[in-house]
């Protein structure tokens, strides 16, 4: 199979593999560091927009949306994990291998997402009465949940589109294209929410077809009969040398998605007895946090790109100053974003609350816990991509289970035991366990710089 590189790939691998490192950081990372804030701002007006319907629409948007999240970690951790050994080879020059790895990884996704729609749709009611979803959330959302699965096929599929044009440098068109799908999602929910009045589903169907507008620009983007970044049924391949590092890699980075996921559901449920106003508080109180947070992961995806890159170009010295910047950047925006949403936390939660006082006071109280950890959790993003572009998920499947399962749920669970505190409860464990993940990030960093062991799992020979 002949496959090429265009010009503009050639340039952009030659960039990463010999530019200035901070040129390399900045215009890797900070196109996906806005992509990434502009998808928190879309879930930050949606939760707007479901406001407007009802305080319990808001809320139950809030609580499924912590279970979409988590099956929606099954597509994005095979993405992240594949486009990994796609960079890798992408930096190494074996273009045969990198066509090969993209059209595997959309009919792995492809298939994934099919098979969640069999299982599923058919025993959703039962699943989210499993999930210890309350009944008031599953009476107004059982249908937002099933048209939300069909919008997350679209979206893993997206993912994989998303995660290749990464590997090839095109942050830029992946801002562009994000920016025309959040435009379209916007008009389509502003339209069904305040004009033709509808529910909360309406608010799913925006989604389903605003990503069928980036799901079309994939296909269009990916038709070159020989391009390396190219799909074709015919590159599909599932020998060892092509799907097993893919899958092995991204096996770590699906379980610990889930995990996080999941443990914020169990969270979530343990809120409940709070009342249904406090869990869906403490999911806007994520949404106003996402807004520092996701500008950090987008770093952190750039930062994991670049480093497999330099690996697989046999660099790893720049590899780590990718890190040491990305590091710095992203405590700068912790820092600064942190304090503006505090400045004006008053004003968005008021918006979120639609008038009610005691809404609003909860929204406040979380945020102003789980700001404490926007620093820590900016090292912990660059500590996250440091591992993931030298192949150690393993590590990052350890951080994020103590992430949730050591720092969260257990102190969630002591404090309702063992203390009368109500539900400052849910803003306390936030802080305890964003800050703790900062600390754990930061020394298992230090642990595997300062003794080498990060470069005994070097990326292999691109043979396997």
């Known amino acids: 199979m002949k496959t090429t590189l265009s010009e503009k790939d050639q340039a952009f691998r030659e960039f990463s593999l010999n530019g200035p490192v901070w040129q390399v950081v900045l215009h890797v990372s900070l196109p996906l560091a806005l992509y990434q804030s502009l998808n928190q701002l879309f879930k930050i007006l949606d939760s707007m927009m479901a406001a407007h319907i009802s305080p319990s629409a808001v809320s139950a948007v809030a609580y499924l949306s912590q279970i979409n999240m988590m099956f929606s970690a099954l597509g994005g951790g095979l993405a992240v994990g594949a486009s990994i050994k796609v960079s890798e080879a992408y930096g190494a020059g074996d273009m045969d291998l990198v066509r090969k790895r993209v059209s595997t990884m959309f009919a792995l996704c492809g298939a994934l997402g099919g098979g969640l729609l069999l299982l599923l749709v058919p025993n959703t009611v039962p699943f989210l009465r499993f999930m210890n979803t309350p009944e008031e959330f599953i009476r107004e959302g059982a249908s937002y949940f099933i048209l939300e699965l069909f919008s997350l096929v679209i979206l893993f599929l997206n993912n994989v589109y998303i995660a290749v044009e990464r590997a090839r ?37 925006a989604t389903i077809l605003s990503q069928s507008l980036l799901f079309l620009a994939a296909v269009v983007n990916m038709r070159g009969k020989d391009s390396a970044f190219g799909f074709s049924p015919k590159a599909i391949s599932f020998k060892r040398e092509v799907a097993v590092p893919m899958v092995s890699l991204s096996i770590p980075v699906v379980a610990e998605k889930i995990a996080f996921s999941l443990g914020k559901v169990v969270v979530n449920s343990m809120s409940t007895v709070y009342g249904s106003l406090t869990v869906g508080a403490l999911g806007i109180s994520n949404n106003i946090g996402g807004i520092t947070t996701m500008p950090q992961d987008g770093f952190q995806e750039g930062a994991a790109a670049i480093i497999s890159q330099n690996l697989g170009g046999q660099k790893p010295d720049r590899a780590l100053k990718a890190f040491w910047w990305t590091l710095g950047i992203n405590m700068a925006i912790g820092a600064g974003i942190m304090g503006t949403c505090l400045l004006s936390l008053g004003p968005l939660t008021r918006f979120f609350a639609k008038g009610d006082q005691e809404f609003a006071g909860m929204i406040a109280m979380i945020y102003r816990f789980e700001a404490m950890g926007a620093i820590p959790l900016g090292i912990n993003a660059a500590v996250m991509g440091l591992l993931y572009g030298f192949g150690k998920t393993r590590l990052t499947l350890f951080m994020n289970i103590c992430r949730l399962f050591v720092f969260r749920i257990p102190v969630l669970w002591a404090l309702q035991h063992f203390t009368d505190l109500g539900n400052y409860s849910v803003g306390i464990v936030m802080a305890v366990s964003n800050i703790c993940c900062g600390i754990l990030a930061a020394l298992v960093a230090a642990a595997e710089l300062t003794t080498g062991h990060i470069f005994k799992k070097q990326a292999p020979a691109i043979s396997d």
């Open 169 to 205: 440098g095109n942050s830029r068109r992946i801002l562009g294209l994000n920016l025309a799908v959040i435009l379209a999602k916007l008009g389509l929910t502003a339209w069904f929410v305040y004009g033709l009045r509808g529910g909360i589903q309406m608010i799913s169907i």
